[in-house]
């Protein structure tokens, strides 16, 4: 038995939803490069994807047979978090008189190492007021990654309403930012440029496939930005991934960084909210702009009331779903006859893209993706329910794992794939 089969063994007996599994050996040889190249297809094909899942599986309340991996946002509150919000003192937070909002703040800030933290309703919000602080001056311009999420998914929010200009640097297949490519992006002081006014990495690195940031590299952007005087934004939405990831406290991975937004609603299971925090200076300006994009809350303790959960709670269980998505990964890589790839060295977290040919299975991405959506009738055992996944491109898949994915559901999900490739 391999060690992740043990360990997958010793998780069936004490996991919530789990039911027996066995372990799945893989194969060596990793295709990186050909992985990596498939995800920048997908970055450079993102107005096209991910295909969005029919409405049913959109709206559907969740089902026993169901599993679905398209994301972390879909965790749904733990039952803690309900009874949290049932109690929660609450007052008006447009006036600073929610204590809940107060304790889950004051308990960020503490857990980042930032002077202050500001409850926001989403990552959307979260960056976009982030920039829209550092990017106060008119004719900001703000330098990020060429397959970061604020530049891919998010509107071009801080175009759309910010009227900041994005200029997009090289991302490595690590989800680092080349380096050379930021410093020569960085604007001199000349009346025919905009005025760089923030620098982003994104950690964990969602369209790399949750690849980690360390703090080697962090510190190395930092040291890059001071020396600029030019200040550093994190879009930390898995920035507890990470951390998780790498056995470090979150506020190491934001030594030298100015702002940093993270998520509670994702693999954290909160229903609602980010957290962006930074310097006093930073927070106050952020709470004026919050209040301008409409996300001044009043009586919003019944939503950081679960946030706080997702903090001290949920936060330190992430590298259980990180060695689900491992083994998934292995899974796939060993179904490589049949047309599947992965590569597990690359999969850090708990997102896994995997690769499908369909010179070899007669699927493309897209059509494996519409078969595993639909149940499998002639199958009674748990390999016959839904899964839910998206594709990024002709051939590439996305799963996430997360809080209310279990090993019985990856092992399923290895079952039926290998079932519909044969
Ligand atoms: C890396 C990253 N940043 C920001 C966001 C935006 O978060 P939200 O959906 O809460 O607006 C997401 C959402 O998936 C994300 O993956």
């Known amino acids: 038995m391999t060690w992740h089969g043990k360990l997958l063994a010793q998780f069936s007996r004490t996991w919530r939803y789990s039911s027996g599994a066995k372990a799945i050996h893989c194969r060596g040889h990793h295709t990186v490069s050909r992985l990596a190249a498939d995800i920048a297809r997908a970055a450079t094909s993102a107005h096209q994807y991910p295909r969005r899942q029919a409405m049913s599986s959109m709206t559907s309340p969740s089902s026993a047979r169901r599993v679905d991996l398209r994301s972390d946002t879909v965790t749904e509150p733990t039952e803690d978090m309900r009874q949290a919000m049932l109690s ?54 703000v330098l990020l990654g060429d397959r970061c999420h604020i530049l891919e998914y998010e509107q071009g929010g801080i175009a759309q309403v910010a009227g900041i200009h994005p200029r997009a640097v090289k991302t490595l297949a690590d989800g680092r930012l080349d380096l050379d490519d930021l410093r020569s992006k960085v604007r001199a002081d000349d009346v025919h440029y905009p005025v760089t006014s923030a620098i982003c990495l994104e950690n964990t690195h969602n369209l ?116 689900l998505a491992k083994h998934l990964s292995e899974g796939c890589h060993s179904m490589k006859e049949l047309g599947l790839d992965s590569n597990p060295e690359v999969t850090e977290t708990n997102i896994v893209f995997f690769t499908v040919d369909k010179a070899v299975c007669g699927y493309s991405a897209g059509e494996l993706v519409d078969i595993l959506d639909k149940e499998d009738p002639s199958v009674a055992d748990e390999s016959g329910k839904r899964f839910l996944l998206l594709a990024f491109s002709d051939t590439l898949i996305r799963a996430i794992v997360h809080y209310q994915i279990g090993p019985a559901d990856i092992e399923a999900f290895l079952v039926r794939l290998r079932r519909t490739l044969s």
């Not at 609603?265 to 930073?282: D, M, Q, T, W, Y």
């Open 88 to 141: 929660a003192p609450v007052g008006d937070d447009v006036y600073g008189d929610d204590p809940s909002v107060d304790k889950l703040q004051k308990t960020a800030a503490k857990m980042f190492g930032m002077e202050k933290a500001l409850f926001v309703p989403s990552g959307t919000m979260g960056n976009l007021i982030s920039l829209m602080v550092h990017g106060w001056q008119r004719g900001s311009e």
């Open 208 to 323: 790399c496939g949750g690849r980690v940031l360390k703090p080697d590299f962090i510190a190395e952007t930092s040291k890059v930005a001071k020396s600029l005087g030019i200040p550093l934004h994190v879009d930390g939405a898995r920035i507890f991934n990470a951390a998780a990831a790498l056995h470090v406290p979150v506020s190491e991975l934001l030594v030298g960084v100015d702002s940093v937004s993270v998520c509670l609603s994702k693999g954290l299971a909160a229903p609602v909210g980010s957290v962006i925090a930074g310097s006093e200076e930073f927070i106050r300006k952020a709470i004026r702009v919050r209040k301008l994009l409409g996300g001044g809350l009043r009586q919003a303790g019944v939503l950081a009331a679960p946030g706080l959960i997702a903090l001290e709670v949920m936060s330190k269980r992430l590298h259980k779903d990180h060695i």
